[in-house]
């Protein structure tokens, strides 16, 4: 299958796009050795993640969920919480609708043209010509005119009401008025020519689009062409960011072993072009207690938290789930980076989504787990499924899937460096990021592509 919306291949004159060469050769600094201190540090593509053999709760190879899978599982707790709240539609206002999902079709609430309309700028006549011109025109949106008699023609806006008895409308270019001010055609004219009849494209009640139809631009338009000043829509998920961990500041340099938080910039306006309503952030560091509060408190929908689901000591996700007594519905993905990444049901109709601390893997447990959960709940069908071919070969994970951030180059994805679990270096030039089956896979071998949120829709329209 083709890639919606590949870029084309750059061109060497093309000034603009060798800048973004240059830029991305400094992402993919192919000629720069891995480092070999890891397996996984993402520095070289070459790396292999060899499975960790500790005895660390996210290491236990039997828990962990196929990445598939783990994607089906997150869509499915959706599918199970939108049944048990039966979420009422929303009415909002249609400035507040763009992209949530219409909750019930949108039928027409008048007919379309609401009455018969000139297409074109010139004369509305009866019966055939030559015709006598009625010395006022008629202009879009006013009041009704007079009917015409045969032979008798009027001046006509694009959008204004015809009179009653109009047989035609001539454009104005196919009009001359001759020397007595009467109107003749310099071309052969069709009853009912340029007219839009009423009802034309629906009459009042006509489904006009069904349930489930995501709210694009066009669809505002149509919405308030055909009479709607609101639309009933699925209401967007609410979403709680709790950002775990104490060496993590909120502003200036790195200093003293603390390092900047790279998640709580990241991920609220990622969440918002996932469809969630994003209703706080919180840095709750390495409470316990605090973790345990804000659950247990918490009205969100779905509550994401980022670091803290290994087994160090002050890993307390595993812990405060097991206290607050949910369920744990994905407890690890095979899947590099990200692995320990899980998924909870907190309360009936709520649920947890805890992404590694981890940069990258905070990424591939958005996309693995939270993106198909807020789609479903958000009522927003899947994304078909693609594949582009992979213009250098990927080393695989023995057991796990891989996903790689690439840049799509013409009909071809290509792999960027910088892929390791801590770094964001690569995913901040990419377009998608590529799922590499367990094994690895060859240059030229088609790969699956998730798009990233603002290589398909751009950032204006998908972070509003
Ligand atoms: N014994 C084992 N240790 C670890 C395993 C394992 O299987 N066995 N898995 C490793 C993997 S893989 C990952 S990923 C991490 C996941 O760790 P946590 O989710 O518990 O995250 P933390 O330990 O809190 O942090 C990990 C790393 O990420 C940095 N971090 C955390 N939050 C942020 C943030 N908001 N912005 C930027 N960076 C953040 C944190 O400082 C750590 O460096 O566990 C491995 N260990
Ligand atoms: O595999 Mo981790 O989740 O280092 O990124």
Redesign the pocket.
């Known amino acids: 299958m083709t890639a919606p919306g590949t870029r084309a291949e750059a061109s060497a004159e093309d000034t603009d796009d060798l800048d973004v060469e240059e830029a991305l050769a400094l992402v993919r600094d192919a000629h720069r050795e891995p480092r070999d201190d890891s397996t996984d540090d993402g520095a070289g593509q070459a790396s292999a993640p060899a499975a960790?053999s500790?005895g660390?709760r996210?290491?236990e190879p039997h828990r962990a969920t196929p990445w598939p899978q783990a994607r089906e599982a997150a869509a499915r707790a959706a599918r199970a919480a939108r049944s048990r709240a039966r979420r009422a539609p929303v009415s909002v206002p249609l400035g507040d609708a763009l992209g949530l999902t219409l909750a019930v079709p949108l039928d027409a609430l008048t007919d379309l043209p609401s009455f018969d309309t000139s297409a074109m700028d010139g004369w509305a006549v009866a019966g055939p010509g030559p015709w006598q011109v009625r010395e006022e025109g008629v202009l879009a949106g006013h009041a009704q005119p007079e009917p015409l008699t045969d032979g008798e023609a009027v001046r006509i806006a694009t959008g204004a009401r015809v009179p009653a008895d109009t047989t035609a409308v001539l454009r104005s270019e196919h009009g001359r008025i001759d020397a007595q001010g009467r109107l003749h055609t310099t071309r052969e004219m069709l009853h009912g020519q340029d007219i839009r009849p009423r009802g034309q494209e629906c009459r009042s009640g006509d489904q006009l689009l069904p349930v489930g139809t995501l709210v694009t631009p066009a669809v505002l338009g149509l919405a308030a062409a055909a009479g709607y000043d609101t639309v009933a829509v699925v209401p967007r998920p609410r979403v709680e960011v709790l950002?775990?961990?104490d060496?993590?500041l909120t502003e200036g340099l790195p200093h003293d072993g603390l390092?900047?938080?790279?998640?709580?910039p990241m991920l609220p306006s990622w969440l918002r072009a996932l469809g969630a309503d994003v209703i706080s952030v919180r840095r709750i560091g390495d409470d316990a207690k605090a973790l345990q509060k804000a659950v247990t408190r918490s009205a969100a929908d779905l509550i994401v938290t980022?670091?803290?689901?290994?087994?160090?000591p002050v890993?307390h996700v595993h812990p405060v789930l097991e206290r607050v007594g949910a369920e744990l519905l994905v407890d690890g993905v095979k899947v590099r980076?990200?692995?320990?990444m899980l998924l909870a049901r907190t309360k009936d109709h709520q649920h947890l989504v805890g992404l590694?601390?981890?940069?990258l893997?905070a990424v591939s447990g958005l996309l693995t787990l939270a993106e198909p959960l807020l789609r479903t709940l958000a009522a927003h069908p899947a994304p078909e499924p693609y594949t582009l071919p992979l213009r250098e070969a990927v080393h695989g994970h023995p057991h796990d899937t891989r996903l790689i951030p690439v840049v799509l180059r013409g009909d071809h994805a290509m792999p960027l460096h910088y892929n390791g679990?801590?770094m964001l270096r690569g995913i901040a030039a990419a377009d998608a990021l590529a799922v590499v089956p367990p094994g690895g896979a060859l240059q030229g071998e088609e790969a699956e592509l998730l798009d990233l949120p603002w290589a398909t829709a751009g950032i204006g329209v998908c972070f509003t």
């Open positions: 960790r500790s660390a996210s290491a950002v775990l961990g060496e993590l390092i900047r938080d790279a998640l709580g980022t670091g803290g689901t290994a087994a160090g890993d980076p990200g692995h320990p590694p601390g981890n940069p893997a679990p801590a």
